[in-house]
């Protein structure tokens, strides 16, 4: 272990078999701008699971995912001015990025060719593997860190991280959080229910569209949605045509675009923040009739990410979460790959058995 670095105990991926283990490792030494931080809580994302399946082909194992990290700062580097020992902080996405470029350099890091994510990414320092949350300690610059509102509770707001973030981030960009606007949210998952929340925290109609009827009265009655439209019913689409003047659409599996095009008004904005593997399908003149716009977004700038936790601090958003132990986790991604979440699982990580006693053998590489 080189000197100066840090043990970090957690569970990682070593094949594609996804299957998770226990995982010692050695973090980097903490330098003159980064924070240490110890993990409370870690969300489970859908990219995660992704990625330690290696079904996008760039898993670096072994791989110790989690990128929707909620913990508290230990230590701090001598040149670290935002942060304190003490201090309740999140990790989002990534944890670096060139700071050069023209993304970079006009505040939209996110968009960096060079982003460094907080798991499976090559850290700019070292070229070291990154990574991630689910592990009892994260060494980041300050820069890539975000304060966490203290109206919050900690678990529900891990995945404000990323879920919360990505929906945020694109309804600030094209003005989605006007009061009175009609705001359609494809998909009730993760994504989707958070894009309900704050859709209706800024006084927004929302309505849910979906394949699925049975998700309607979870819809209208416990996220307070507007309406509902079940995505399959012609009738239901059509009578519902042209009425919206934003659709945030959050499903990754393949669907057919052209009847949510149809939902919007002349000029209307379609934002898609779920990745289906298969290219869409849309006709140019499924725009060029209504003067109408696609746009993609990931996740968000650090800034994007600060200003969404004080938006949720002061309205009391957080996600809807299920908590679980290091000792479920596999069995929650088992779960997540077959939606069977509402809405995202919580990885409770400082009440997670980590450590040597707890290691597989063959399970420690420092």
């Known amino acids: ?108 890091e996110n968009y960096c060719t060079n982003i460094v994510p907080t798991s ?10 990154t990574k991630g949350g689910f592990s009892d300690a994260v060494v980041v610059n300050q820069d890539y860190v975000v304060r966490l509102p203290e109206t919050l509770p900690l678990d529900g707001a891990a995945p404000l991280l990323c879920a919360g973030v990505t929906v945020y981030s694109p309804m600030m960009q094209y003005a989605l959080n006007a009061p009175g606007k009609h705001l359609g949210v494809v998909g009730l998952g993760g994504l989707g229910h958070m894009a309900v929340k704050f859709g209706k925290a800024f006084g927004m109609k929302v309505t849910v569209i979906s394949s699925s009827p049975a998700k309607r009265e979870e819809a209208l009655g416990r996220l307070g949605a507007d309406a509902f439209l079940v995505s399959r019913d012609a009738e239901q689409m059509k009578a519902a045509a042209g009425t919206m003047d934003g659709v945030i659409d959050t499903v990754s599996a393949g669907h057919p675009i052209v009847p949510l095009l149809e939902l919007l008004k002349p000029m209307g904005q379609m934002v898609l923040v779920g990745a289906p593997a298969k290219p869409l399908e849309v006709p140019a003149f499924s725009l060029i009739a209504g003067g109408k716009r696609v746009a993609g977004n990931g996740v968000g700038s650090v800034a ?60 420690e590489d420092s």
């Open 1 to 108: 272990m080189e000197q100066g670095s840090k043990k970090a105990h957690g569970c990682a991926a070593r094949d594609a078999s996804g299957l998770l283990s226990p995982y010692t490792f050695s973090r980097r030494v903490q330098g003159d701008g980064d924070v240490t931080i110890k993990v409370l809580y870690c969300g489970i994302c859908h990219t995660d699971l992704h990625v330690i399946k290696n079904e996008w082909g760039n898993a670096m194992y072994p791989v110790v995912p989690g990128h929707e990290v909620v913990g508290v700062v230990t230590d701090a580097g001598a040149g670290v001015t935002k942060f304190k020992a003490g201090d309740t902080v999140g990790v989002g996405y990534f944890v670096d990025s060139c700071r050069a470029c023209e993304s970079c350099r006009t505040g939209h």
């Open 120 to 129: 499976n990414g090559v850290d700019l320092l070292d070229g070291a593997t």
């Open 304 to 363: 994007d990410c600060q200003a969404m936790l004080d938006f949720a601090g002061e309205h009391g958003i957080v996600a809807d979460v299920e908590v679980v132990g290091m000792d479920y986790v596999n069995t929650a991604i088992e779960r997540l790959e077959k939606n069977d979440v509402r809405y995202r699982f919580v990885v409770d990580v400082a009440g997670s058995q980590l450590g040597v006693d707890a290691l597989a053998p063959g399970a």
